[in-house]
């Protein structure tokens, strides 16, 4: 997997978004069998405000992109996601799916 992170500054706001792709095979199953996992986030609205809600991993892109109004809030903002995303790919890389299978019962 691999995580992308924009950052730009422009008329005064911190803009920082994230782009993630690039799953393995691996990671995909392990998706497909466990569910995505969700990161909080924060976005701006078209109307300028802030919009926060957690995403599923694999729908986070240039769309979910959040102002700042210092370089500090942003770079914290930046770490806390990057944070999140290590987490909850470390504990799905983790799981193992001890349930699925196929078994012929005689009755």
């Not at 990057?82 to 470390?90: D, K, V």
Request: aromatic share 8%.
């Amino acid at each position: 997997m691999k995580v992308t992170v924009e950052r730009q500054l422009s008329g005064g706001v911190y803009s920082v978004l994230f782009k993630v792709g690039d799953f393995t095979p691996e990671e995909l199953q392990k998706m497909g069998s466990f569910g995505v996992p969700t990161i909080k986030l924060q976005w701006l609205s078209p109307n300028g405000g802030q919009i926060a809600g957690a995403i599923a991993l694999n729908q986070i892109n240039e769309r979910y992109k959040a102002g700042f109004t210092s370089q500090q809030a942003a770079k914290a903002f930046e770490e806390n996601v990057l944070g999140q995303i290590r987490e909850a790919m470390q504990s799905l890389r983790e799981r193992k799916d001890d349930f699925t299978s196929s078994s012929e019962v005689a009755i």
